[in-house]
C-alpha cells in the first residue's frame, strides 16, 4: 500500500477484500456446481507473549468475511487458535490475552528436567474461556507438540484440551516435559515452527501459516534470553520444509516485543492486524489457485478410445 495516498489505500483493500470473498463464500464458475469452496487452514507458530499476534491476523480475517476452517497452532499459536475457536468476542479475547501473565501458567519449580512447571495452563481452557474438551469448539482445532523419544510432530484434537495445551507449550529447558496419552512431549516448534502439514491433514486446501520470529538480538540478561535466542538461531539454520507446503506466509513485526510483553497485547495484536492486511493479495491468489485445483480434480477423466 502506499501510505501517503488514503484513497488509494483504502481503495486497494476494499478490492482485495471483495476478490477474496468471491472465492472464499461464492462457488468459483470454473469449478462446478457439486465443489464446494476451497477449506482455509491456519497454523500458528509459537513466540510466547509474541504469540498475541495470531489474534491480530484471525480477528482482520474475520472482520473480511474470509472464512476459517481448521487452526493449527504449537505453545502461543495454540493459545491463540484455542480462545479464537471458542467463538468468543474478539474484545472479551483481547482482554484476557493483556491479563496474562507468566503467573498464570507458569510456577519456579527447579527440577532435572526443566526450571519451571507449567501445569496451570491444564486448567486454563475451563478456567478462563470456559471450555474444556475439543468437542466444544467453534472451530475444529488441533494443538501440535513434540514426541520427546520418537522426536516427531504429533497434535491432539479429541478429548481434554488442558494437558496437551500444556504439552504444546512445555518450551524445553524452561518447562518440565508433559507426559500425556503414552508419550513424553515438550514444545511443538521443536519438530514443526509453523505446524502446516498438520493443517493439511485436517482437510485444508489452502494452508496460511503465521510465523513470529525472535525479538531484535541484544545482550542476554538471563537464562531465558540465552535459552530463547539459541532455538531462535537452530530454527533459522535447520530444515524449514514446512515453508514449501504453506500457500500463505504471514510474518508480523513483533521483533520489538520481548517474549514476556503481554502487557502490550493492544500493540501486539495491531501488529498481526497489519500484517494480515498486507497479505490480502497473496491470500486472494492462494484462494484463485485453490479453486482452479479442485476444478481440475472435478474433471471427468475422458474415456479411452475404442480401435
Given at each position: ?56 491476523v ?25 480462545a ?17 501473565r ?80 503414552g508419550?513424553v ?62 500457500h ?30 498486507d ?15 479442485m ?13
Amino acid at each position: 500500500m502506499d501510505p501517503s495516498s488514503p484513497e488509494k489505500s483504502s481503495g486497494w483493500l476494499r478490492r482485495a477484500v471483495d476478490r477474496v470473498r468471491e472465492f472464499a463464500y461464492s462457488e468459483h464458475p470454473s469449478v462446478g456446481a457439486a465443489t464446494s469452496r476451497p477449506r482455509v487452514g491456519l497454523a500458528l507458530g509459537g513466540g510466547f507473549a509474541r504469540g498475541i499476534a495470531h489474534l491480530g491476523v484471525l480477528h482482520f480475517l474475520e472482520e473480511q468475511g474470509i472464512p476459517i476452517d481448521y487452526i493449527v497452532g504449537t505453545s502461543a499459536g495454540a493459545v491463540a487458535g484455542l480462545a479464537f475457536a471458542t467463538g468468543l468476542p474478539f474484545e472479551i479475547v483481547a482482554q484476557k490475552a493483556g491479563e496474562l501473565r507468566f503467573a498464570n501458567f507458569g510456577q519456579w519449580k527447579f527440577s532435572w528436567l526443566g526450571l519451571a512447571s507449567n501445569k496451570r495452563l491444564e486448567s486454563y481452557p475451563k478456567h478462563f474461556l470456559g471450555v474444556t474438551n475439543f468437542e466444544e469448539l467453534k472451530i475444529p482445532l488441533s494443538i501440535a507438540a513434540t514426541d520427546l523419544q520418537s522426536g516427531e510432530l504429533v497434535w491432539f484434537n479429541r478429548g481434554p484440551i488442558g494437558p496437551p495445551l500444556r504439552a504444546s507449550c512445555a518450551y524445553p529447558g524452561l518447562f518440565q516435559p508433559v507426559e500425556y496419552d503414552g508419550k513424553v512431549l515438550i514444545d511443538g516448534f521443536v519438530a514443526a515452527t509453523v505446524p502446516v502439514e498438520a493443517a493439511l491433514q485436517m482437510g485444508a486446501d489452502m494452508v496460511i501459516a503465521v510465523l513470529l520470529e525472535a525479538e531484535e538480538y541484544r545482550k542476554p540478561a538471563n537464562f531465558t534470553d540465552v535459552l530463547g535466542r539459541s532455538f531462535s538461531i537452530i530454527q533459522r539454520h535447520a530444515d524449514v520444509a514446512w515453508r514449501s507446503k504453506a500457500h500463505v506466509l504471514i510474518t508480523p513485526e513483533v521483533h520489538e516485543f520481548a517474549w514476556d510483553d503481554f502487557a502490550k497485547a493492544s500493540e501486539i495484536i495491531e501488529a498481526g492486524r497489519l500484517a494480515a492486511m498486507d497479505s490480502l493479495p497473496k491470500i486472494t491468489a492462494a484462494l484463485e489457485a485453490a479453486a482452479k485445483r479442485m476444478a481440475a480434480a472435478a474433471l471427468p477423466v475422458p474415456a479411452e478410445r475404442v480401435p
